[in-house]
C-alpha cells in the first residue's frame, strides 16, 4: 500500500471519527442545557464525556484538512489552503464552544453558586450559554459548511473521487450552510427542529465519502499528460 493511499484510509477513518464523536457528544450532552436553571445543574458525568468527545471530533475533522492538503494542493493550492483554513477556524470555534460547558461546569461546583441569588447567576448563564450556542453556530454548521463547499470543488474539478459524490457534496454543504444562516437570522434550529433536515445529507455523505476513501482511496494523479499537437508524430527514441 503507496503512502498516498495509507492517506486515504487514515482520512476515511478520520472522517467517521469525526462524524460519530460529534454524535454521541450531542448525545450525552442531551437536554442538558434546556432548562431554566442549566448553570446550576449541570453535571460532571455529562459535560466531561461531552466536551472531550467534542474535543475528539474537533482534532480528527482537522486532522483530515491537514491529511488531505499534499494531495488536494497538486490541483488547486488556492483551494487547498483555504480548506485548511477554515477547518482551522472550525477547529477553534468547537474549542471555544467546549471551554464555554466547562466553565458552566467549574461556575456550577464552586462553592458560591449555592449562596448566590438566582438572579445574580443569570447574565453568567446567559453569556455561557450564548457563547456555547454561537460556537456551535458559526463552527459545526458555517464554517464547516464552508469547508465541505471548498473541499468538494477541489474533488470535483480535478476527479479525485466520481463526480456523483462530489456533486452530492457541494448539494448537501449549501444545505447546511442554510441551516447555520437560519440559526444566525433568529430561527429556531435547536434539536426537534424540522430545519434539521437541511444538515442530514452532508452528514450521510461524508459517510459514503469516508468508506470511499478505505475501500478506494483517491484517483491520485501526479500531472497532466503532455498534448502532442495535431499532424506531429513523435518517433520512438526521438529527443523531446
Known amino acids: ?136 453556530v458559526l463552527g459545526t454548521l458555517i464554517f464547516f459548511s464552508l469547508g465541505a463547499l471548498t473541499l468538494n470543488l477541489v474533488l470535483y474539478r480535478s476527479g479525485l473521487v466520481p463526480r456523483w459524490l462530489s456533486i452530492w457534496g457541494l448539494v448537501a454543504a449549501i444545505g447546511t450552510l442554510s441551516y447555520g444562516l437560519l440559526g444566525i437570522f433568529g430561527v429556531d434550529t435547536g434539536l426537534g427542529s424540522p430545519y434539521m433536515l437541511l444538515a442530514m445529507p452532508i452528514a450521510f455523505q461524508e459517510m459514503v465519502f469516508a468508506g470511499y476513501l478505505i475501500a478506494r482511496g483517491l484517483r491520485v494523479t501526479t500531472g497532466r499528460p503532455r498534448e502532442v499537437p495535431k499532424g506531429q508524430v513523435q518517433h520512438a527514441g526521438a529527443p523531446s
Open 1 to 136: 500500500m503507496d503512502s498516498e493511499r495509507r492517506t486515504a484510509v487514515v482520512v476515511g477513518v478520520l472522517f467517521i471519527i469525526a462524524t460519530v464523536a460529534s454524535i454521541f457528544a450531542s448525545m450525552v450532552l442531551g437536554s442538558t442545557l434546556d432548562g431554566d436553571d442549566y448553570l446550576t445543574s449541570v453535571s460532571g458525568d455529562q459535560i466531561v464525556p461531552a466536551a472531550l468527545l467534542f474535543l475528539v471530533a474537533a482534532t480528527s475533522a482537522f486532522g483530515t484538512a491537514i491529511l488531505l492538503y499534499p494531495i488536494l494542493r497538486k490541483h488547486s493550492e488556492g483551494l487547498a489552503a483555504g480548506y485548511v483554513g477554515l477547518r482551522a477556524f472550525e477547529n477553534i470555534l468547537y474549542v471555544t464552544g467546549v471551554v464555554a460547558l466547562l466553565v458552566m461546569l467549574s461556575v456550577s461546583s464552586s462553592a458560591g453558586v449555592e449562596q448566590a441569588a438566582g438572579s445574580d447567576l443569570v447574565p453568567l448563564a446567559i453569556a455561557l450559554l450564548a457563547l456555547h450556542s454561537w460556537a456551535v
